[in-house]
C-alpha cells in the first residue's frame, strides 16, 4: 500500500518570502514521486518529478524539490514567493514498474497563501 | 495543443438517474485516467487504459460504475442510478508515452446529485 502524506493543510506567508510544503511517502518498491498544483476551479498541474539521480529536482516558476531516501520525503520549496502561487499543491507517488506504473496516489493536498 | 478537454463542465442529475462523461485526451497520448476529487476524501484513482486497453480500474465502485475507451480520442465515465454521494469532481488526465508518470489534467467535470 502507497501513501502520501501532507502535514500542513494550510500554509500562509506574505509575497516575497520563501516557503517549504512538506510531504512524506510510504512505498515498497521503485517510484515516482511528484507535485502538481491546482487553482481554483482548475485541473491539475505538472510541476516536477523525482524518479532516480540528482536528489533536488527543478520545476516551473521557481519551484524545486528534495528527495530524501532515509526521511521518505519529498518537500517543495520556493525562494520567493508570488501572489498567484497562491493554490493548492499535490505531492503525488507512484510505482515506475508494471500496472502500476501511471496510478498516482495523492496526498491531501496543502492549501498555500500568499499575501502580497 | 487544447489540452484535455472535459465535457460537461457541470452537471446536475436527479438521484436514481444516469450520468455520462467524456474527455478527449491529448492526441499522442497513450494512456487515460479518471480520478474523483471530492473535499472529504480528496483526489481518488478509478481506473485507466494504456492504449485503450483497461489497466487498472481498482478504483471504480463496481455496481454503477463503468468506463469506457472506445477509441484513442475519448474515453467515457459512466454512473448509473447516480446517488448524493457521488456528487464529485471528476477529473480526466492523459499521459504521453514513456511520460515517467507525468499526467496532464482536464479541468474536470463536476457533478451534482440532487
Known amino acids: 500500500t502507497q501513501t502520501v502524506s501532507q502535514s500542513d493543510a494550510h500554509v500562509t506567508v506574505f509575497e516575497g518570502d520563501s516557503v517549504e510544503l512538506r510531504c512524506n511517502y510510504s512505498?515498497?518498491?521503485?517510484?515516482?514521486l511528484s507535485w502538481y498544483i491546482q487553482h481554483h476551479g482548475r485541473g491539475l498541474q505538472f510541476l516536477l518529478k523525482?524518479?532516480?539521480?540528482?536528489?533536488v529536482v527543478q520545476g516551473v516558476n521557481g519551484f524545486e524539490a528534495e528527495f530524501s531516501k532515509s526521511d521518505s520525503s519529498f518537500h517543495l520549496r520556493k525562494a520567493s514567493v508570488h501572489w498567484s502561487d497562491s493554490a493548492v499543491y499535490f505531492c503525488?507517488?507512484?510505482?515506475?514498474?508494471?500496472?502500476?506504473?501511471?496510478?498516482?496516489?495523492f496526498g491531501h493536498g496543502t492549501i498555500l497563501r500568499v499575501h502580497p | 495543443n487544447a489540452g484535455v478537454i472535459q465535457t460537461p463542465r457541470h452537471k446536475v442529475t436527479g438521484k436514481g438517474q444516469e450520468a455520462t462523461l467524456w474527455c478527449e485526451p491529448i492526441?499522442?497520448?497513450?494512456?487515460v485516467f479518471w480520478y474523483r476529487q471530492t473535499i472529504v476524501q480528496g483526489l481518488e484513482f478509478l481506473t485507466y487504459?494504456?492504449?485503450?486497453?483497461?489497466?487498472?480500474d481498482s478504483g471504480m465502485p463496481k455496481e454503477r460504475f463503468s468506463a469506457q475507451m472506445p477509441n484513442q480520442s475519448h474515453s467515457t465515465l459512466k454512473i448509473q442510478s447516480t446517488q448524493p454521494q457521488d456528487s464529485a469532481v471528476y477529473l480526466c488526465?492523459?499521459?504521453?508515452?514513456?511520460?515517467?508518470?507525468?499526467?496532464?489534467f482536464g479541468e474536470g467535470s463536476r457533478l451534482i446529485v440532487v
Open positions: 488526465a492523459s499521459s504521453p508515452p514513456n511520460s515517467g508518470n507525468t499526467l496532464y
Open positions: 512505498y515498497g518498491g521503485s517510484i515516482y
Open positions: 523525482y524518479y532516480s539521480g540528482n536528489p
Open positions: 503525488a507517488v507512484s510505482g515506475s514498474t508494471g500496472a502500476n506504473t501511471g496510478k498516482l496516489t
Open positions: 492526441s499522442g497520448h497513450s494512456a
Open positions: 487504459f494504456r492504449n485503450q486497453a483497461p489497466i487498472d
